[in-house]
């Protein structure tokens, strides 16, 4: 028998497919968006749809930057901007002629702040740990629900995702820069999943993590 509605349940919204695939926020609604200390740092990725997809998720998830390297295509670019929806025109990215440069830029960027100039910081606080993860088939690869995406003890965590090249993945150079090597178990016969749908299953589990 079907229950009556009660004042709690919210009302669905329904939308359209023109409506799901067009965004147009305004200026307030984009300084609404509640990003989190998480980059992704896109190494050498060709195809364009792959790399307006990797927007439209960093939209999603709340990403800080995305950092665009070696032969990644960056906007403006139609192909990229269709795949985005609209989103390559606000989320934050930035070029580096290679992955490792942007890694290092990161860690440069986001050091340990000074316990003294700091208020947030506990005596027994770590501070701020930077984890670079680059999601990966490898001898060293560990299973991504295995991944350690906080340290105990830390208020603020820095994460970021290096992902690449569709057909030979991520540099020897950038995977050397990195504190781990998260994989996504296969069950089929096929042996590769697509870069973004990778991106989006670790993204989406260590954005749970950090809640």
């Not at 050498?44 to 950092?67: E, H, P, W």
């Not at 025109?89 to 290092?104: F, G, L, M, T």
């Not at 088939?137 to 970021?160: C, E, M, W």
């Amino acid at each position: 028998m079907k229950q009556p509605a009660t004042s709690n349940q919210q009302p669905v919204t329904k939308l359209g497919a023109k409506q799901l695939r067009v965004s147009k926020p305004s200026s307030r609604d984009i300084s609404k968006i509640k990003r989190r200390d998480i980059y992704i740092i896109c190494d050498n990725i060709l195809d364009t749809y792959n790399i307006g997809s990797i927007f439209r998720l960093a939209d999603a998830v709340g990403v800080k930057k995305i950092y665009l390297c070696g032969a990644t295509e960056t906007p403006p670019n139609s192909r990229i901007s269709k795949s985005s929806v609209g989103t390559d025109k606000w989320v934050n990215w930035e070029y580096d002629a290679s992955a490792a440069e942007a890694i290092q830029e990161i860690r440069k960027r986001h050091s340990r702040p000074d316990r003294e100039s700091d208020p947030r910081l506990r005596e027994d606080d770590k501070g701020r740990e930077i984890k670079v993860i680059a999601i990966e088939q490898h001898p060293k690869a560990i299973d991504f629900r295995k991944a350690n995406y906080q340290s105990p003890g830390t208020r603020y965590q820095v994460l970021a995702f290096v992902v690449g090249h569709e057909t030979s993945g991520v540099s020897k150079e950038a995977l050397e820069l990195c504190d781990q090597i998260a994989e996504i178990p296969m069950f089929g016969v096929n042996r590769s999943m697509n870069v973004m749908v990778s991106l989006a299953i670790v993204l989406y589990c260590a954005r749970a993590r950090l809640n």
